[in-house]
């Protein structure tokens, strides 16, 4: 500790000696503390703790721990988790279909959250610069990027039904509860009234309103027809508050997702305990878990496991990374996946007997199977969910609590995939526009616009065929492509042990064998078997039961996938074409992680082991102090004992050639007195002919 202490004497004396009061900042403040206390005239030490604290304040961090947590609570459990696992596990064997979900979760879905989140922590940057690890897929965060604004587009057109039901909702008897309405045919039937079966030609009440009166369907994509324009004002009331969510960064959706990740649970739980007080709704909790295992032996029951897990978790959206990057260095990432992981399960199993409770409901008010009425996607949320609550006693109420829950499920996912695009966008331009993040609200804003401009489309007579293919082929094969291309880089091309080796210096402890298995061998090969499944078992997609899209409209669906993997394929082989030297040589070249990889901060890249980067602001201030604070005392010889002091540490660790470790503050001094003010001759030269 003797070199910090000349530095902390020196610097302290001439304070005293020119008048100027200050905190005397001891050895154990020089550990970079971010709450030192600021002194009127800036000191070098003080200068070292402004640049090595522990959080990166110039990006911006979360406000608390909980803001983390419920913010990937909040991504991962979305609308898939209520309008699709539910019909998952009915259509797969009931409770049998927990098994490989099970399975498939801890192997697969868990080791790839647990590795977006950690990458994403270690660097501090967002989907598109993390991939420094292997700058070759740089493209890759570019893909999660197109792929992600593609899903924020027809996400907030789902919102925006979402705002018109509630909207309606406030009403004395819903407008989706009979056949007395203009906008009914003939083929209308109110099932409390006439026990028809509806695969007759008959509809529903509700499927009637939602086609006629919220969408004004068209016969098919190639009728594209006007904009609904109470859809448009939903819409760009959902971009508004998506935009209020996310104007000042994580500040403000830090605080939004302790509504939209905590409110929706005390909705699910008041719908479970009025569901299962109605007439039917065991019956429809029977058909949900009674176990058929028999279909444990096909491959389609194994690959929807898959599939869903993917999905809700939201790995590969490049969503996680983002997240994760705004937490402290050394926060216990390891911990936060495992619980976010078994929320997202253990909701998805829980909103089943929710949505079931009720279903059976509506079948015994119907006097059908419940298998009559089972519809997975926007159909449930939007038709025979609100047809059953329509038939509840207090209906406006629980309608409002409803498509209240859906709004927040829906928000909880948008925010986090719109902060995914805003923070891929800031973090590549802040290499070339330095102060780019005093804009990114403005940036959030023109965002904002151009998506909700884009997503007025969506909103037009059939603009739902459009949102189906979006829903279908946006974030469908990509998405399992990024996550064993993501498997693939850490372990095999950066190397498994070096990254654990990394997440241990962060972490504090070492991860278990467990994912390292997971990650070199079990999660790659089950992604492989899924797309290879996908291809094998693919069928063409369709809107209901009965519109098949056309060929072009495919045409346009794969189009939309091969947006997302083409900046993959362009990125390489530009950055191949300006590498040097033979074929294979710049190929291995660019697989290397570049000198920019690893932690932001100075502190934690010595402890991870790496080399500390050149900082120009901090570099700035020293010069700038060292010249005002110094050089002018060493020109007009104000004390010669300080420059006695200060030649004589020179010298030593000139001598010794190594700075004492256990002051990160000393060595950071040090490290910038060897490499900067020695060669351009600035300080030292001074000090010597001051003596």
């Known amino acids: 500790m003797e070199s910090n202490t000349v530095i902390m004497e020196a610097s302290n004396k001439q304070q005293n000696n020119r008048g100027m009061n200050g905190t005397k900042l001891h050895s154990k403040d020089a550990k970079l503390s971010s709450e030192s206390v600021p002194l009127k005239r800036t000191s070098v030490v003080e200068i070292v703790a402004v640049t090595t604290q522990d959080e990166n304040d110039a990006r911006g961090t979360w406000s608390g721990k909980l803001d983390f947590i419920l913010s990937c609570i909040s991504y991962a459990v979305g609308l898939g988790n209520v309008w699709r696992f539910p019909f998952l596990c009915y259509e797969n064997g009931g409770g049998a279909f927990l098994i490989p979900y099970v399975i498939i979760l801890c192997l697969a879905g868990l080791p790839l959250f647990f590795l977006e989140l950690s990458i994403g922590q270690f660097a501090s940057v967002g989907c598109v610069n993390v991939w420094r690890i292997c700058p070759l897929f740089k493209g890759m965060g570019y893909g999660m990027l197109v792929m992600s604004m593609f899903c924020c587009i027809y996400y907030n057109v789902i919102i925006a039904y979402t705002l018109h039901y509630l909207y309606f909702s406030f009403t004395r008897v819903l407008p989706w509860a009979d056949c007395t309405h203009n906008w009914n045919t003939y083929n209308c039937v109110d099932s409390r009234h006439n026990v028809t079966n509806f695969t007759s030609g008959h509809s529903r009440p509700s499927q009637e309103y939602f086609d006629n009166r919220v969408l004004g369907i068209s016969d098919g994509i190639g009728e594209i027809g006007e904009i609904r324009w109470e859809l448009a004002i939903c819409l760009v009331l959902a971009w508004t508050i998506v935009f209020l969510s996310l104007a000042k960064g994580i500040k403000t959706s830090g605080k939004v997702v302790y509504l939209t990740a905590t409110f929706p649970y005390l909705v699910l739980l008041s719908l479970f305990i009025r569901g299962m007080t109605l007439p039917g709704a065991i019956d429809g909790v029977k058909f949900y878990i009674k176990p058929e ?11 929807d496991a898959a599939v869903q897990i993917f999905y809700s978790l939201g790995a590969g959206f490049g ?3 983002t997240l994760s ?3 402290k260095w050394h ?4 911990r936060d996946a495992i619980i976010v992981a078994i929320v997202n399960c253990g909701t998805s199993i829980f909103a089943g007997f929710v949505i079931f409770a009720v279903i059976g409901f509506m079948a015994y008010d119907a006097g059908v199977d419940v298998e009559t009425v089972v519809v997975s996607g926007p159909g449930l949320a939007f038709v025979a969910y609100p047809e059953a609550i329509a038939r509840m006693p207090i209906s406006p109420m629980w309608s409002i609590l409803f498509f209240f829950m859906v709004l927040l499920l829906g928000l909880g996912s948008m925010l986090c995939m719109l902060e995914t695009v805003i923070t891929g966008i800031v973090d590549d331009l802040e290499a070339r526009f330095k102060n780019i993040r005093k804009y ?8 904002s616009i151009l998506l909700c401009i884009l997503g007025l489309p969506l909103i037009t007579q059939g603009g739902i065929y459009l949102l189906t293919l979006m829903n279908a082929f946006s974030a469908g094969l990509t998405l399992l492509l990024f996550g064993f291309m993501e498997c693939i880089i850490i372990a095999y091309i950066y190397g498994v042990e070096r990254y654990l080796h990394d997440i241990t210096a962060m972490l504090g402890f070492r991860p278990s064998f467990y994912w390292k298995i997971c990650w070199m061998v079990v999660a790659p090969s089950l992604l492989m078997f899924v797309i290879i499944f996908t291809f094998v078992s693919y069928n063409p997609a369709k809107y209901g039961e009965d519109y098949v899209f056309p060929a072009w409209a495919e045409a346009l669906g794969w189009l939309m996938t091969a947006s997302s993997i083409l900046p993959v394929i362009i990125y390489a082989a530009i950055y191949l074409f300006q590498e040097r030297g033979p074929v294979m040589e710049r190929l291995k070249n660019s697989m290397k992680h570049k000198s920019l990889w690893g932690p932001a901060l100075a502190q934690h890249r ?3 082991g790496y080399h500390i980067l050149e900082q120009e602001e901090a570099e700035n201030r020293l010069n700038a102090c060292a010249d005002d604070s110094y050089s002018s005392s060493m020109n007009s010889n104000d004390d010669p004992e300080l420059a006695l ?6 010298e030593r660790t000139q001598i010794d050639g190594k700075e004492d470790q256990e002051d990160v503050g000393a060595s950071f001094l040090t490290d910038d007195i060897h490499a900067r003010y020695k060669p351009k001759e600035r300080l030292y030269p001074d000090i010597e002919s001051a003596l």
């Open 645 to 650: 002091n200060l030649k004589s540490h020179y």
């Open 293 to 303: 295992w028999s279909k444990l032996k096909t491959s389609k029951v194994w690959q």
């Open 319 to 321: 969503c996680l990374h």
């Open 331 to 334: 926060n216990n990432c390891h």
């Open 325 to 327: 990057s705004y937490n």
């Open 440 to 447: 990114k609200s403005y940036i959030t804003l023109a965002t």
């Open 606 to 608: 010595k402890e991870a």
